[in-house]
Structure formats: structure tokens, C-alpha cells
């Protein structure tokens, strides 16, 4: 019961580093503008509803799920937010009612794939279209906004120059990290990867490990939306509309194994700082949303095949 | 997952049992389906009128006619996310290649290019799947934004509104008074009912999707009968383009959004197993129809124009009470593998 080999995972994220800066170098040699230190941080905020959805995905990956739902419960938990702010709530509760229904959609997930043992990909597809279609049933696509300014000042605000919103996501990063490094539940979250069955009978609680994951990642898409609401001042029914498909391509990108049992944040944080600098790039030089789409969705597949036809060996 | 007696016998090709539907989910949604014509009918009569089963019939006909090949994809073992995507990209081809103003091709060709970029398309999938070994859920899910931003790249936001007559026809024409969508879900039915009851290709696709390793051992061709599935969801995808997007006289970008959760939908609540191995087209038909039921029966019950808003959380409910009772339902024989 160890965690993956480290020898290999980081020899892969060097090469992503790698990956990384010839990416940067292309960009700066296209147009010198967008590698600059202002650009990248006024586009860096974009980056923060990804990275953070795709600690959880991780981690899901990793023990051999996947979750496809995270973009709908981001919109779900956006949705209630508008509608509790329109209720005149109060606004701490307003933030709370974001995440606490982003936390039960986790959670529903999980009892259906960790209690039920039905498969993720049918659980997840089912409530891909069952969150999306209650966020739009309930705001009837109407979108909310007006939220108060000292909310927006934290979602705009930046200290020592890097957005607020980033050092927050920095801490829950380390945080994660802290978890998965040094206590047994990165222990378990590995072992549970590698061979289910192997790791019920070493003892490994495995239901209970993937309900929390699938809830986790409930919570973040929770945490998402309201993130979103403070950058954006607005809150509606197509916020996170094909996030599973850049959380799930970061992921992937990141080194993680689809089979499960490999991956580290690290390269997922890689993975994503990739993915977000292709898509600014193209939206930046080309000006075309469309071929952003078709980029991510070619990485994905590539990442997987290329990944496939390195390890022949050892399937 | 297969052990016991169950694993050897699966060993044998003569052993390879054919899981169709059960008897009993085909009574539960015939009775579900009784139900709700009963029950919307004394709100509103006109709900059982056969004008209106016509039109829900018509509504559901490409559903019915992609998801016949889902259905045999998903017993495989495998899963197609893209086919709504795979809708829209065909449906902006076929406008391109009939209009007159951009290729106005035959009628003949529009038909055997849809049918082979649809079939090559499903068949680039399969590829992808069993040979790169990328799993089917990571390959479609990357085919659905690829092929999505392929169309809307191909239709560069505008729409494609004339349409000639002879391609209008394939959407409004009544050969012997049904229309032609009616014909091609009837076709499309019976050959996927004889292909997956009376072939070999079918007897393998249950040995595939059942179990794998088993069915390699049996020398059962396991990459042609997954390649032969993605194939021939692809072929039935382009036959749905056809016959329904020539229904409406404009060609879109946005066709088929969602298409792929109707016909996903169908084929669970019609008693498939997500994990393959099992399921038929009958349960299928019968939740289409269902599925189409319910769309329609909802604007009839004063839900009006907000029904749209719900239909999707009304898709994902389904599923999971499909699911759901299929738990349910195997409760003994299946909580030791939990």
C-alpha cells in the first residue's frame, strides 16, 4: 500500500514544466504582448473555477471514478445562490446556501456510486443533465446579479499583486496536498486506485473514501459558483457549461491515470495552467471560441492515446 | 466480477447466453406508458388522439433510430456521448452539400455522403477505443466538443435555408401515409432486432460486452464486433440526420444538443445494462415512446412553455430511477460485490 512511484510522476511533471515553457515561448514569439506579466495575471483569474474543481477530479481519477456532473452542479449551486439572493437573504447565508448545494448534489452522486455501486459515468451522466435541467427549471433561464460590492472587491481584489481569489485557491491546494501526503487518506485514495477489491480486504474503507471524494467535489463546484458570482456579478443557469470536459482534460493532461491508481495534484496543476494557456492563446490570437472546443477536446483524446502507447508494456 | 459456475460456461461459444430485456421491465414501462395515457388523456382527450400519437411518434423517431444502435453499442460494453454532436455536424453537411447556393449535389449523393461520414465518424471512434485503447467515455466526450466546434467552425454562424425540395421530402413526404422518419425508425428497428437476435456479430456482441477476456478466449472477434458497433451507431446516426433535419426548413449550428442524453436515456430506462452484456431493442422502443410520451404530455398538463426548462432534470430522473430499480431488483444477488 504506497503511493505511486514518485521517480515516474515526476519525471512526467518535468516534462509538462518543459511543455509549459515551449508553450510560453511559442506564445511570446506569436505575440509578445500576451506573455506579459499584466496580461497573464488579468487572464490568471480565469483560471481559479478549473484549477479548483480539478483537486477533487483528481482524486476521483485517481480511485478509478469520474465525475461528469461538476459543470451542472456548478450551475445548480449558481442558481440557488441568485435565488436565495433574491430572496433577500442574508448575504453570508446566500454563500452558504451556494455551497451547501453543491455539497448535497456531491453527495447525492456519491451515496448512488459508494452505497448503490452503480457506475460513476452512468450516476454523473444522469445528474449532468438532472442539475443542469433543475437550474434551468428553477431560475427559467433568468440570470441574477446585483450582489454587494464588498463581495465583488474580494472577487476583483488582488494582494501583493496576485487576485485574492488565487491565494485562496493556493491554500486549499496545500491544504489537499498536506492531506494526501501526509495522512493515510492519500495512503487509501491510492490504494483504492490501484485495485478496489484489494484494498476493501487491506482494510481500506472504500465506500466511505469515494462517497467523500464524489462530495468534495460537490463542494467545490459549490465553491465555484461563487467564485464565479464574485468575478462576474452574475449567477445563472449555463455558468460552467462544459467544465467537465476542461476539469477532465487537465486532469488527464496532468499525468493521471483514466485506469486509475496514478496521478498527483501537482500535475494536474500543470495540466491545467497548460490547458488554460492553450485556450487564452487561441480565444487571444484567433478570436474563435469554437476552435478552443476543438483543441481541448483533441488534447483529451491525445493525452490518453499518447499516454496508452508509452505504457503498452505494462497492460 | 464473473465468477462462479457462470464464468466457466461463458468459456464456451455455444454457452454465450443472450441477456435481452426482461420480461419484466417491458410490462413496467408498458404499464407506465398506459398510465400516463390514461391519466394526461382525462385532463385533455385530445393527448390520445391519433393525430397526436402520430406526432409524438414522429418527434421520437430519431431518438428510436440512434438509439437502436446505442442500444447495441451499450451492450457491447462501450458508449457513445458524441451522437448529438455527430447530429449537428452531419445535419450542417447535408445542408452544405443540397444547397444550391454551396455544392447542390443529387440527392443520391447527399444521402450516401451523410450515411458514409456518419458511419466513418462512429468507425474513427471505434477506432480510437479499441485500438489507442482510450476508453469509449474519454474518446466520445472529446468527440462531442470536437465535432460541436467542427460545426459551428463548418457553419460559421449562419444558417443554411434553402434546402432543396427533393432533401425537404426526406423530412415531409408520406410514402402510403407515414411519413418517411416513421419508415425509417420501423427499418431501423427490425434490422437491429435481427441483427442482435438472428446474427453471429450479435451473438458476439453480448459475449463482448459480458465479459471481455472470456469472449477473447472464446475467439470471439472482440475488435470487429466493438468496431462493427461504433460503426453502425455512426450509420444510424447519419440515417436520424435524414430523416429528421430536413423536417424544419432551416440548418443550424445547434442542432442535436442534448440528442445524446435522450437516446442514453432510452436505452437505460429500456432495461440495458451500463456495464454491458445485456439489454434489447424492444425495451429500448419501448422507452423512447415513453420518453416521447412524457415530453409532449407534459406542455399538454398547463406546464406550457416552461416544460423546456424541466425536461432535462425530468432525462436525468429516469436514468436514476432506472437504475434505481435495477439495484433494487438485484439487491440479493449483488451486495457481496459491493
Redesign the interface.
Known amino acids: 500500500m504506497r503511493p505511486a512511484p514518485r521517480t515516474n510522476s515526476r519525471v512526467y511533471e518535468c516534462l509538462l514544466a518543459a511543455l509549459m515553457s515551449i508553450l510560453l515561448a511559442l506564445a511570446w514569439w506569436l505575440d509578445p504582448d500576451f506573455v506579459a506579466p499584466a496580461t497573464q495575471l488579468a487572464l490568471s483569474n480565469h483560471i481559479v473555477e478549473l484549477a479548483l474543481v480539478a483537486i477533487p477530479m483528481t482524486l476521483i481519477i485517481v480511485t478509478g471514478g469520474?465525475d461528469?456532473s461538476v459543470g451542472s452542479t456548478m450551475a445548480l449551486s449558481s442558481v440557488v445562490m441568485g435565488l436565495a439572493f433574491d430572496a433577500g437573504a442574508p448575504f453570508p447565508l446566500v454563500c452558504i446556501s451556494a455551497l451547501l448545494t453543491g455539497t448535497l448534489a456531491g453527495l447525492l452522486n456519491g451515496l448512488?456510486i459508494a452505497r448503490?455501486?452503480?457506475?460513476p459515468?452512468?450516476?454523473t451522466?444522469?445528474?449532468?443533465?438532472?442539475?443542469?435541467?433543475?437550474a434551468?427549471?428553477l431560475s427559467?433561464?433568468r440570470p441574477f446579479s446585483g450582489f454587494p460590492e464588498g463581495f465583488l472587491a474580494i472577487g476583483s481584489g488582488d494582494w501583493l499583486q496576485v487576485p485574492i481569489l488565487v491565494w485562496l485557491l493556493l491554500l486549499l491546494l496545500l491544504l489537499s496536498a498536506l492531506i494526501i501526503r501526509r495522512t493515510t487518506i492519500g495512503l487509501w485514495i491510492y490504494a483504492a486506485g490501484g485495485s478496489q477489491t484489494a484494498a476493501h480486504y487491506s482494510g481500506v474503507p472504500v465506500?466511505q473514501l469515494r462517497l467523500a471524494l464524489y462530495t468534495l467535489a460537490g463542494a467545490a463546484a459549490g465553491l465555484a459558483a461563487i467564485f464565479f458570482a464574485a468575478r462576474f456579478n452574475t449567477a445563472k443557469a449555463d455558468v460552467g457549461a462544459?467544465l467537465?470536459?476542461s476539469v477532465?482534460t487537465a486532469v488527464?493532461l496532468g499525468g493521471t491515470s483514466?485506469?486509475g491508481g496514478r496521478g498527483t495534484l501537482l500535475g494536474a496543476m500543470l495540466g491545467v495552467a497548460i490547458i488554460h494557456e492553450i485556450g487564452q492563446l487561441v480565444s487571444w490570437k484567433w478570436d474563435?471560441q469554437?476552435?478552443?472546443?476543438?483543441v481541448?477536446?483533441?488534447i483529451?483524446?491525445l493525452a490518453?492515446?499518447v499516454h496508452?502507447i508509452f505504457s503498452r508494456r505494462t497492460? | 466480477m464473473a465468477t462462479g459456475p457462470d464464468a466457466h460456461a461463458r468459456l464456451l461459444p455455444a454457452a454465450i447466453t443472450l441477456r435481452a430485456t426482461p420480461r419484466g421491465r417491458l410490462w413496467l414501462i408498458a404499464a407506465l406508458l398506459a398510465l400516463i395515457f390514461a391519466g394526461i388523456s382525462i385532463a385533455s382527450p385530445a393527448f390520445a388522439s391519433p393525430a397526436n400519437i402520430r406526432d409524438i411518434l414522429v418527434n421520437i423517431s430519431p431518438v428510436i433510430i440512434v438509439a437502436c444502435g446505442m442500444t447495441i453499442l451499450i451492450i457491447s460494453g462501450e458508449?457513445d456521448?458524441s451522437v448529438g454532436s455527430l447530429l449537428g455536424l452531419l445535419g450542417a453537411l447535408m445542408g452544405l452539400c443540397s444547397s444550391p447556393t454551396h455544392a447542390n449535389l443529387p440527392l443520391a449523393a447527399v444521402i450516401a455522403i451523410t450515411l458514409a461520414a456518419g458511419a466513418a465518424l462512429g468507425l474513427l471512434n471505434g477506432l480510437?477505443v479499441v485500438l489507442?485503447?482510450?476508453?469509449s467515455?474519454?474518446?466520445t466526450?472529446?468527440?462531442?466538443?470536437?465535432l460541436?466546434?467542427?460545426t459551428?467552425?463548418l457553419m460559421a454562424g449562419s444558417w443554411i435555408t434553402d434546402l432543396p425540395a427533393s432533401l425537404r421530402y426526406l423530412g415531409t413526404g408520406t410514402p402510403l401515409g407515414i411519413p418517411v422518419c416513421l419508415w425509417a425508425a420501423l427499418i431501423a428497428v427490425i434490422l437491429s432486432l435481427l441483427f442482435l437476435r438472428a446474427t453471429r456479430p450479435g451473438l458476439w456482441t453480448y459475449a463482448v460486452g459480458g465479459n471481455l477476456h472470456a469472449a477473447h478466449l472464446a475467439r470471439v472477434p472482440t475488435h470487429t464486433t466493438r468496431l462493427l458497433a461504433f460503426t453502425l451507431l455512426g450509420l444510424l446516426t447519419g440515417l436520424a440526420a435524414l430523416v429528421s433535419i430536413p423536417q424544419q426548413s432551416v440548418i443550424e449550428s445547434g442542432i442535436g444538443v442534448?440528442f445524446e442524453?435522450s437516446v442514453?436515456?432510452a436505452v437505460?430506462v429500456g432495461g440495458a445494462s451500463?456495464?454491458g452484456g445485456s439489454g434489447g431493442i424492444l425495451g429500448t422502443l419501448l422507452a423512447a415512446i415513453l420518453l416521447g410520451s412524457v415530453r409532449t404530455g407534459l406542455i399538454f398538463i398547463n406546464l406550457g412553455d416552461?416544460a423546456v426548462?424541466?425536461?432535462?432534470?425530468?432525462?436525468?430522473?429516469f436514468?436514476?430511477a432506472a437504475?434505481?430499480s435495477?439495484?433494487l431488483t438485484r439487491q440479493d444477488s449483488?451486495r457481496q460485490?459491493?
Do not use: C
Open positions: 469520474i461528469l448512488f448503490l455501486s452503480i457506475h459515468l452512468i450516476v451522466l444522469a445528474t449532468l443533465a438532472a442539475y443542469r435541467g433543475l434551468e427549471g427559467k433561464g465506500a462544459g467537465e470536459l477532465i488527464v483514466i485506469f474563435q469554437e476552435l478552443v472546443q476543438v481541448t477536446g483533441s483529451l483524446v490518453v492515446l496508452n497492460h | 458508449i456521448v480510437l489507442g485503447r482510450v476508453p467515455i474519454i474518446t466526450l472529446g468527440a462531442m466538443t470536437i460541436r466546434g467542427a459551428e467552425l442534448g442524453l442514453i436515456t437505460v451500463i456495464r416552461s426548462y424541466w425536461e432535462r432534470a425530468i432525462q436525468g430522473a436514468i436514476l437504475v434505481l435495477d439495484v449483488a460485490t459491493a
